[in-house]
């Protein structure tokens, strides 16, 4: 089973079934106008091969471990940043938004984001780069398609220009490699933006959901907030709750830095991780009041409505 939420990431809103912490995580999983069930980070948000395809009779897993080696670098960067209440380093910083940015494009939305729109702006870049042979062949190197010489990726771009790269978009590898294409490029928008770290108050936790990287816009002069706009749009803000006591916060020209906030305003970002869940929500305790405010505010924003630009142009 692969997990397009990890399993180290979910056990961070996970509550302990005792005081030890050694013992076996818990985690309470929310759906609209459900019952609230009892799991484990191991039984959640996985779906069998889904980032694998058949390739020659065998199983292609090379996404599949991609991501498994950025989980590794980022299963202990987030903990430590937590307990020690510091900023990440450089490189810290370089892995966290590479993961943040995947998170976008891994998950069942942003699969379906990837045949619908990441998969096609993608085929348009590639089909604006097969103008330059230099730049065609050093763009099929990054996403690390199947392509192995520069005298195959020569036939590759004039097929291209000849009307012939549909095959190519069509094709499970590059699909594949979209999405981490796309969370790559998600993750350099977030590297220039200002990161603070907010830390929940006594007696108040962040949940996290199947869609957890959260953006917003508001139009000047408009109170009227539109959430999950692309990270590039003007004065966007985007949100990450990392665990249950710390949610990140990012946009341009924010002042960095760590703090705590009040419980007004955790309740106000957990409602936004509502409004932006696909299905679900995750949390480390089972709410009543969190089950009636999901029913109220849950699953709002279809992929239908989003608007998701990348250097001005809409994906």
Partial sequence: ??????????????????????????????????????????AEA??????????????????????????????????ELVRLRREPTGP????????????????????????????????????????????FRE????????IPDAEMAEEVRKDILA????????????????????????????????????HAPQAHR????????????SEPGSKEIHFRMGVNLPNVAVWFPL???VCLIMQKGLTPGIGTTSGFVARCINKRIMICAERRIYAGEHSAGLQAAFNRHGCQVPIETLDLRYEGQKI
Avoid at 13 to 40: M, Q
Avoid at 105 to 120: I, K, Q, Y
Avoid at 139 to 146: E, Y
């Fill in 163 to 198: 009307g012939r790269g549909e095959d190519l978009e069509a094709r499970p590898d590059f699909k594949l490699a979209s999405i981490v294409e796309v969370g790559q490029i998600v993750a350099d928008v977030l590297m220039e933006m200002g990161w603070r770290f907010i």
């Fill in 92 to 135: 810290e910083r370089e892995w966290l938004a590479l993961f943040m940015g995947t998170m976008q494009t891994r998950t069942p939305m942003g699969r379906r984001l990837s045949d619908e729109r990441f998969g096609p702006a993608t085929s348009r870049l590639i089909k604006e780069a097969a103008a330059d042979p230099a730049r």
């Fill in 1 to 42: 089973m692969h997990h397009y939420i990890p399993r180290f990431y979910l056990a961070g809103f996970a509550a302990h079934s005792s005081k030890n912490d050694k013992s076996k995580p818990l985690l309470w999983v929310y759906e609209k106008h459900r019952a609230i069930r009892c799991s484990t980070p191991e």
């Fill in 46 to 79: 996985c779906q069998k091969d889904f980032y694998s395809f058949q390739d020659g009779g065998a199983r292609n897993v090379e996404v599949e471990g991609w991501f498994a080696r950025l989980e590794g670098q980022v299963s202990s960067i987030i903990p």
């Fill in 139 to 146: 763009l099929c190197m990054t996403m690390q398609a199947d």
């Fill in 206 to 217: 962040f949940i996290t959901s199947d869609n957890p990287l959260v953006s917003e816009a």
């Fill in 243 to 245: 665990t249950q006591t």
